[in-house]
C-alpha cells in the first residue's frame, strides 16, 4: 500500500468495511458502496457470498481501490504543495528583480551623487577664484 507523510484533517477516509476483519461469509448486504469518495465505474462490485473465489476477487479489488484513493489523495497533496511552491518561486522571482531594480537605481544615484560632488567641487574652486579676483580689483582700485 502506498503511503502518505500528510493526510489533510478536512478531508476523512470512510471506509464501510476492514478488508482485515472482514469474514469470508458476510452478507451482500455489506458490501453497498465501501468506496463512497470513489466513481461509479470503478466501485468494487459485490462478491457472490456463496463462493471463496467471488470473495477474493472482492477483497482485491476493494485493495485497489483502497490504493487509488490513497494515490489519488497524494497526488492531490502534491499538487497543492506545486502551488504552494510555483507561488513562492514567484514571490522570490519578484524580490530577486526588485533588488535587481534597487541595485541598478543604486548604481545610478551612486555616480550622480559622483557627478554633483566633482561639479560642486569645481564650482567652489571657480567661486574661489573670482574671490581672488574681485579681492584684487577692490584692492588696486
Known sequence: MITTARVPADKPVRIAFSLNDSPDDASPENFSLAFPELEQQLQPLPPCHDSKESMQVYKQH??????????KKEIALLEERKKELIARLEQVEKESMDAAQLAKEYAELTEENRTL???QTQCVEQLEKLRIQYQKRQGSS
Open 62 to 71: 476493494c485493495k485497489i481501490a483502497e490504493e487509488y484513493h490513497e494515490v
Open 117 to 119: 560632488k566633482l561639479a
